[in-house]
């Protein structure tokens, strides 16, 4: 079995992890978010990219979910005591090796996409990751600040501002432009299963989506599209996604974040923005049992839905949902 996923961060790395216990013969696909990537220090990091490797390969910090485990940050505070910041952005020494190798292997004239398989020959995650793009694209975010309406990067208004500010708007910056990465249309076209982890549905999933031809590629696989909600009783079950769902006009809730995607063979709604209309993308969705009473609601909208538990607490549970997001494509592929 072919099953390609959109995926995240932390999220979407520790679906990956019980995906892989599910469906321990399928070969996996993991098409990831490059829009919260950043440059600091002169140093190209990929966050998405690198919290999937580190955690499927072994090596990430299990507390926190991003990172490397065992890390020391001795080139930290002697950045800090040069005064070189930014200060709220924490790369450990570990982590800044791979940063430094990526930023060596792109200013050699390699594209992403080739420096990530080459930094995945270490870390053997047992999928294949491919970024979206081989493009810059970076998230931005419209916040108030001191009275005025300023953008800053999706890293600055997570970290350092903790999304403690409403964001007014979310742009994937260079997206318009941008092309998908070798591989992804392919993978699309001939994957047996599309899954949508519950990873950020603005600022991860949609940024991939965003990128010209993935949002069509997903919408006219062939293979059934399932995704689980990332909102369990009108709250993200982590991160700030009920902030970023409402700077583009979409309630936190899982069965708005399902209209939201839309389904398959039916215009998404648009939220708040004008635009050209997009294709929707779901066949089925899966809520958690807490928001069993919002299924009807769902499949009102044409999307299969069923009430299964959705929290991740820990590798088993996790595998039990990846089963039932393939046990529900199953079902919907008929």
Not at 27 to 47: M, Q, R, S, W, Y
Not at 102 to 123: H, I, N, Y
Not at 237 to 254: F, H, I, N, P, Y
Request: with cysteine; aromatic share 4%.
């Amino acid at each position: 079995m072919r099953i390609v996923v959109l995926a995240g961060g932390i999220g979407g790395a520790r679906f990956l992890r019980g995906l892989k216990k599910a469906a321990p013969e399928a070969e996996i696909t993991v098409i990831g978010n490059t829009a919260d990537d950043i440059h600091l220090f002169g140093l190209k990091v990929c966050p998405d990219l690198d919290t999937v490797m580190y955690t499927l390969g072994g090596g990430i910090n299990e507390e926190q979910g991003w990172g490397r485990s065992e890390e020391t940050f001795r080139v930290k505070e002697e950045l800090a005591a040069y005064g070189v910041g930014p200060d709220w952005f924490g790369l450990g020494d570990r982590d800044f090796a791979t940063h430094i190798v990526r930023t060596q292997m792109l200013g050699a004239g390699f594209p992403l996409s080739a420096v990530t398989e080459a930094l995945c020959d270490r870390w053997q995650p047992g999928v294949r990751l491919i970024p979206m793009t081989d493009d810059r694209v970076e998230t931005h975010v419209a916040v108030e600040l001191d009275g005025e309406r300023r953008a800053v990067h999706f890293q600055e208004y997570w970290v350092r501002l903790r999304a403690s500010k409403p964001a007014l708007a979310v742009v994937p910056v260079g997206a318009e432009q941008a092309k998908p990465a070798p591989g992804v249309l392919e993978a699309l076209a001939e994957a047996d299963v599309v899954l949508l982890p519950p990873s950020n549905p603005v600022v991860s999933v949609g940024t991939i989506l965003a990128v010209p031809g993935i949002r069509e590629a997903v919408a006219g696989a062939a293979a059934p599209v399932v995704g689980l909600s990332p909102i369990v009783g009108d709250a993200p079950v982590r991160g700030m996604a009920d902030k970023v769902l409402a700077a583009v006009g979409v309630e936190s809730s899982a069965a708005a974040v399902a209209e939201h995607y839309g389904h398959r063979g039916a215009a998404a709604p648009q939220g708040d923005t004008e635009g050209p209309e997009k294709a929707g993308l779901l066949d089925g969705w899966l809520v958690d049992t807490v928001d069993a009473g919002l299924v009807e609601r769902v499949e009102s909208a044409g999307i299969r839905c069923r009430a299964v538990p959705l929290l991740m607490s820990d590798l088993d549970a996790t595998a039990r949902m990846a089963t039932e997001a393939l046990a529900l494509a199953e079902e919907v592929r008929g």
